[in-house]
């Protein structure tokens, strides 16, 4: 019996002790996306940060004010709030002042850098998410142009919070056209190597597209909206160097084997007017094979294995769907392919970022030569021979064979 | 001495929860700092050193049946010098569970609860295993049958789970680092294997002794399986550079995991594995160091000395190393010495060299 | 009679196996207290009247057989008159006057055994203190004037009920009969299933004053004999004055002082009892209590029901999987919430965590007196549902799901969350399986688990469940590990936890439980009929 009773008095114990670390989950300001920046302010550099805050009530139906959040008086259901401080954690120590609860980051998602800050150097700006227990590696991370505050405080129609509404975005699109979602980890990867220049996706506010010249005058304030397209390139070091276009972006995901699905728009093969044929691709495998020359440079090949579906035929003439131009269709999906690699080979050589890990593979691959060039790298990099092979392979044409027009001459 | 009978097969299972309850946790951050991502590779050849331990505790134990590692010292070396270095191993045994335990506090601090003193997770760890060592060791070697299977789990998931974020590829180049950093990183790789010397104070308490030795080899082949397992996961996920520079990385392969965004963020598998393996393996050097003081000091009974063995575990525990940093550094480059090179391999080694050089002194000893 | 003669020879409920009148087929243990039977019924009769004083349901009816002085005793109510008419037709009118003069007095009563008592079962007895005793042991007892013998007649009708259907361990597919109050009604139930020779059955006295029969029965070579023979010592260690169920003896000779697991199992299925037989369990079967006590016990026993061995073994592993399930929600779930809610934020999916997090904005206590409350309500609403006669439990259920639950949360008292885990948590309680002893057992390891949950989070559940780990596999049962099969390992005896395998492939007894005949089964495995040419007649 005395067993019993001391095993039942041990956690009383403990719980007149004071628990520790309990707190309840409505008592938690719940961080959903953080933007850093770096502004010059009082004479200094500071780094400023924004917090996307989750005001849960205002997210369950049924309950507080709820569900559409139209009326002025209704508790909006995030806060978007800022402040600034020597460093990451000094700023978002300046936050709590302003906000009635502890600020906990274990359900953020995303990490927004600005464009100043990126350029003067992300890495201090990585260490207190990397370092907290809260924070994950799997995190999000993105740049903003401008300034990375501004995106946070777009509001959006759907998503009430634009950074859930990115990292949602990178969860379920992720790998489409030129969407290239980069984590923590990732990044924090990459710069580890010391070689292979890291690029993380670019979030840009743009003007909400379907407005015309003469609503933009009656309404006043132009709505706006978020696009997430390209990748900006930071040297090994973390400074950002550059933003690649959208269509080096698709080239590098190419080598990087980030590509889910896109589609690649080829000219059609057939005789007569010159139309748009999309294929649709279904999977892709790039593979980096590094060679070494005489000279003792290394020279790199790209394979990239594709299969690919056609999904639209923008046109109106027959024939392309004969057996005799599946060949010449896939020929033209791998010069369209080679190109768009080779297009951002050149772009990265000139920037001098070698952002497909080519160091990586060199090392990878021929380490005793590699260990010779390491040092000298950033100066190999810009002139090394890359060659691209793509082979794609097609697979089908989807639920109709030729265009409406078309079809009579069939038969 | 010990009244309580276990079989065979639950002796491979404390080993193996004995030593892969932390070793996972430490090693891959340790290898990957000294080899990159040869990491696994060091877990291999610490193999090696593991099988020797492994056959020779077992080898010394088919000489002196019926004794445990602490009984028959006397007889090898003479009974001072036996009783001396018998009593060196009694504080072995006592200091390595005080590390342990201030290690399974310290982890739970940094990862899931960074407010509660390390005395709370030191005093409610401790007294959970002095009532399992209590019950007997029959008793604590059974709860591990349902744990291990519990722990293995929790490790293969940690392993492929993470898979959306591995790259294999990072594995590569293999065995570019010098093969003297390779060694001495398996030596601190190979110091958990040796903790199956602790089997030297079990076997005579085993039903059959025929599959020991085979038994302890596998266990310590199937502990260098897994560990290399995790380093190479870690490796692939984190590259062998970053690897190095995580505080814990087998905790934070844990957070990578996301499987269709439902199966999210699993450091709680890593928190139930950490506490369920440590309470064996506390278990297991409280048992020990009580079973050895008593033998040392040539008691018959050992569960008298229960209770003051265990105050004095906490008490050692709150004053060994004060921070994880500390730890680590510990980890890396004292605990080599301190175990694989002194008590768990180079003694019985010696020992065994000596029984078989004289076997008449041994004769006339025993 | 007791108050005045002080406490019955303690001896009673000390363990005799030396029969020394084995002649019915119940055999009782002789009272080692002696006093002969006289020849004289006046005297006998004295002795009885004055054992029997003031006790006014004992029959004694005195009646002459020809000239003889005959005397039958017996407590009314307990004899079934039809037979003890019988009794008194064939003496009284039967019997030919001259029986009386030609045998000698000393032998008529077994005379008359012999001849004229139209009864099954007949006992003679020729201690009077045994023959007092079998009167309180519902028996009849004659006894003839001149002869020195007692004869016991069986003419016991107890009171009792119509058989019904289990109540507690009720099954779709699978015998419905459940053993009722009277011994030996549930022997027979269990004999009628079990028609093996080998099936012995052992009679003890427990019980200073309520004499309660108490029948040990295993099958003998199926049995470990030592664990028959320590179920043996403890039921003669039992010193108490009265049994009133088989409840009470559980816990009178169980291994352990406290335990929160049943340690024996209590059935109410002569089926369930009868396969335990032959797994090498033996079964106690106590008169006046409608549960067979069967043991040695293992855990997961609790979590099979009867059912499972009639049913498709595919879905018996299905199903089994959730009530593993269900035990660990069972346990674990209010724990296991607060201690996410409260420690580890971070572990719910978003969505999730808006969703628990917004519901508790208007709750004003802590989650832990939040989840506290609703289970204590839980608790009490089985409680009530339990003792309240039947027409009101249905204002029970009313007021329990309409206002506590409906009105609690619209309130903002609690949480829907909340509600969602302790109702989820009360389902699964009662979906473990045959053990309802084990579903009362829980509810405080439940407990316990949410004030460690919330004390110390998900570490502290861990060291609850690593607790209730060590406590249930210290325990045994009659020696026999309570965690087996599980601990210790024994892969070949895991074909019926987890899963259960077809009754072909189930060859083997538990090794831990049985003694020598380990064999269960040797039928083939179900195979198609070789394939026979196609016959020439039917193709035309």
């Not at chain 2, 278990?283 to 105050?311: I, M």
């Not at chain 3, 201690?127 to 004037?145: A, N, P, T, Y």
């Not at chain 3, 592993?317 to 724990?335: K, Q």
Request: aromatic letters at 8%; glycine letters at 6%.
């Amino acid at each position: 019996m005395r067993k019993v009773v001391v095993t039942l008095l041990l956690p009383l114990l403990l719980v007149t002790g004071g628990c520790w670390d309990q707190r309840e989950i409505n008592d938690l300001a719940m961080v959903v996306a953080t933007a850093a920046d770096v502004v010059h302010e009082a004479g200094n550099e500071q780094v400023r940060l924004t917090l996307q805050i989750a005001n849960p009530i205002a997210l369950v139906p049924g309950q507080g004010g709820g569900g559409g959040g139209g009326g002025p008086g209704a508790p909006k259901a995030f806060w978007t709030v800022a402040g600034t401080g020597r460093t990451v954690r000094a700023a978002s120590l300046s936050i709590v002042e302003r906000i009635p609860k502890p600020i906990f980051f274990g359900q953020d998602r995303l990490t927004l850098v600005g464009e100043r800050a990126a350029r003067l150097g992300i890495t201090p700006l990585l260490d207190r998410p990397l370092r907290n227990r809260e924070t994950r590696r799997s995190m999000y991370l993105a740049i903003a142009r401008g300034e990375a505050k501004r995106v946070l405080e777009v509001e959006m129609p759907t998503f009430r919070a634009t950074g859930l509404a990115i990292s949602n975005l990178f969860d379920l699109e992720g790998g489409r056209q030129a969407i290239m979602p980069v984590d923590f980890g990732e990044f924090a990867y990459n710069l580890s190597t010391g070689t292979t220049s890291p690029a993380a996706p670019v979030v840009e506010v743009v003007p909400q597209t379907s407005i015309s010249a003469e609503d933009r005058k009656s309404l006043g304030a132009v709505p706006q909206a978020i696009k997430v397209s390209r990748v900006a390139v930071f040297s090994p070091g973390g400074k950002l160097v550059d933003f690649f276009d959208e269509k080096e972006t698709l080239g590098l995901m190419w080598v990087l084997n980030k590509i889910k699905t896109r589609e690649i728009i080829v000219p059609c093969p057939v005789e007569g007017p010159v139309e748009p044929v999309v294929m649709g691709l279904v999977r892709s495998k790039s593979r980096i094979i590094v060679h070494l020359e005489k000279n003792g440079l290394p020279s790199f090949e790209v394979k990239v294995r594709t299969t690919c579906d056609l999904w639209e035929h923008f046109g109106t003439h027959p024939g392309l769907l004969t057996p005799q131009y599946y060949e010449s269709l896939e020929r033209r999906v791998n010069t369209s392919i080679e190109r768009e690699i080779m297009h951002t080979v050149r772009k990265a050589q000139s920037l001098h970022a070698d952002v497909f890990g080519f160091g990586e593979e060199v090392k990878r691959q021929h380490y005793p030569e590699w260990k010779r060039m390491a040092q000298d790298w950033p100066e190999i990099f810009p002139v090394v021979k890359v060659t691209v092979k793509a082979e794609t392979g097609f697979r089908h044409r989807g639920l109709s064979v030729e265009p409406v027009t078309a079809r009579k001459e069939h038969r | 001495m010990e009244p309580g009978k276990i079989s065979e097969r639950q002796l491979a299972f404390l080993m193996l929860t004995v030593t892969i309850s932390t070793v996972i946790f430490f090693m891959p951050q340790i290898a990957a700092r000294a080899v990159e991502q040869d990491a696994w590779l060091t877990s291999v050849i610490a193999t090696v050193w593991g099988l020797i331990v492994a056959v020779v505790i077992v080898a010394l134990a088919r000489r002196f049946p019926g004794q445990t590692f602490i009984e028959y010292l006397p007889s090898i070396l003479g009974r001072p010098l036996g009783k001396l270095v018998g009593l060196l191993y009694a504080f072995w045994f006592l200091s390595v569970g005080a590390f342990i335990i201030r290690e399974f506090g310290m982890f739970l601090n940094i990862t899931i609860m960074p407010q509660t003193p390390v005395m709370v997770f030191v005093v409610t760890i401790t007294a959970l295993a002095f009532y399992a060592v209590r019950s007997g060791l029959e008793t604590w070697a059974r709860v591990n049958e349902i744990l291990l299977p519990l722990i293995l789990l929790g490790v293969l998931m940690v392993i492929f789970l993470p898979f959306e974020h591995m790259d294999l590829r990072r594995l590569l180049p293999v065995g570019v680092h010098p093969l003297g950093t390779m060694l001495v990183s398996s030596f601190t790789s190979a110091s958990w294997r040796g903790e199956v010397l602790l089997a030297g104070m079990f076997i005579p308490a085993l039903v059959s002794t025929c599959h020991t030795s085979r038994n302890l080899a596998l266990v310590v082949i199937i502990i260098g399986v897994i560990l290399a397992a995790v380093e190479m996961a870690v490796v692939a996920v984190f590259g062998g550079v970053d690897a190095g520079q995580l505080e814990l990385p087998v905790f934070s392969l844990a957070r990578m995991i996301s499987l269709a965004r439902i199966i999210d963020r699993l450091e709680a598998i890593i928190v139930i594995m950490w506490v369920l393996g440590n309470f064996i393996k506390v278990c297991a050097f409280l048992y020990c160091s009580v079973v050895a003081t008593a033998q040392v000091l040539g008691f018959r009974e050992f569960q008298f000395l229960l209770l003051p063995v265990t105050v004095l575990v906490i008490a050692l525990a709150d004053n060994v190393l004060e921070d994880v940093a500390e730890f680590t550094d510990f980890l890396s480059n004292v605990w080599a010495g301190y175990s694989l090179l002194s008590f768990e391999m180079i003694v019985p080694l010696l020992l065994y060299l000596l029984v078989l050089v004289r076997p008449a002194e041994k004769r006339g000893a025993a | 009679m007791r108050s005045r003669k002080g406490v019955l020879p303690i001896f009673f409920r000390k363990k005799s196996l030396n029969q020394r009148a084995s002649t019915g087929p119940k055999q009782v243990p002789l009272p080692h207290d002696y006093k002969e039977i006289s020849t004289s019924l006046k005297e006998n009769e004295a002795y009885l009247r004055q054992e029997f004083a003031n006790t006014t349901d004992i029959v004694f009816r005195e009646f002459y057989m020809g000239e003889t002085r005959c005397l039958a005793v017996w407590v009314d109510g307990l004899i079934n008159s039809r037979v003890s008419h019988d009794l008194f037709r064939s003496l009284m009118l039967d019997v030919p006057p001259e029986v009386s003069r030609k045998i000698p007095s000393r032998d008529l009563a077994d005379y008359l055994n012999r001849h004229f008592l139209p009864f099954y079962s007949t006992i003679r007895v020729e201690d009077m203190v045994e023959l007092k005793r079998w009167v309180l042991m519902h028996k009849m007892i004659l006894l003839v004037d001149g002869s020195p013998v007692g004869l016991v007649l069986d003419a016991e009708t107890p009171p009792t009920r119509g058989m019904t259907e289990p109540v507690l361990e009720s099954v779709v597919t699978g015998p419905r009969d459940s053993f009722l109050e009277p011994l030996r009604i549930n022997t027979a139930l269990i004999r009628s299933r079990l028609g093996d020779i080998r099936l012995k059955s052992e009679n003890f006295i427990v019980g200073r004053r309520s004499n309660t029969l108490v029948t040990l029965m295993y099958v003998e070579d199926l049995a470990n004999p030592e664990i028959v023979e320590e179920a043996r010592q403890r039921l003669s260690r039992v010193d108490i004055d009265g049994l009133i169920d088989s409840s009470i003896l559980k816990e009178l000779i169980q291994d352990r002082r406290y335990s929160l697991f049943p340690l024996i199992k209590v059935s109410e299925r002569p089926d369930k009892v009868v396969a335990d037989l032959l797994e090498g369990r033996f079964a106690i079967v106590v008169d006046g209590s409608p549960q067979v006590l069967t043991a040695p016990t293992l855990f997961v026993e609790f979590l099979q029901t009867a059912e499972d061995y009639y049913m498709n073994p595919i879905v018996v592993w299905l199903v089994r999987l959730f009530r593993y399930l269900a035990l660990f929600v069972a346990t674990n779930l209010p724990g296991l919430y607060v201690a996410v809610t409260t420690f580890h934020q971070e572990m719910l999916p978003i969505p999730l965590v808006f969703t628990v997090a917004g519901a508790r904005e208007t709750v004003p206590f802590p989650a832990f007196i939040e989840a506290l409350s609703i289970l204590i309500t839980f608790e009490l609403l089985w409680e009530a549902g339990i003792r309240l006669p039947r027409i009101v439990g249905g204002a029970v259920n009313i007021v329990g799901a309409l206002i506590l639950g409906q009105a609690a949360v619209q309130a903002g008292l609690v949480s829907q969350a909340m509600v969602i885990v302790i109702a989820a948590t009360a389902i699964s309680n009662f979906a473990l399986g045959s053990g309802y002893e084990l579903a009362s057992g829980i509810r405080l390891v439940r407990l316990i688990n949410l004030v460690a949950g919330s004390v110390l989070g998900l570490y502290g559940i861990a060291l609850g469940f690593l607790a209730f780990m060590v406590h249930l596999t210290a325990l045994r049962s009659f020696g026999v590990p309570y965690m087996a099969p599980l601990a210790p390992l024994r892969l070949r005896e895991m074909k019926d936890v987890i899963y259960r395998a077809p009754w072909w492939d189930m060859t083997r007894r538990p090794a831990l439980i049985a003694g020598e005949d380990l064999t269960r089964s040797k039928t083939p495995p179900p195979a198609p009929p070789p394939e026979r040419p196609p016959s020439q007649s039917r193709r035309k």
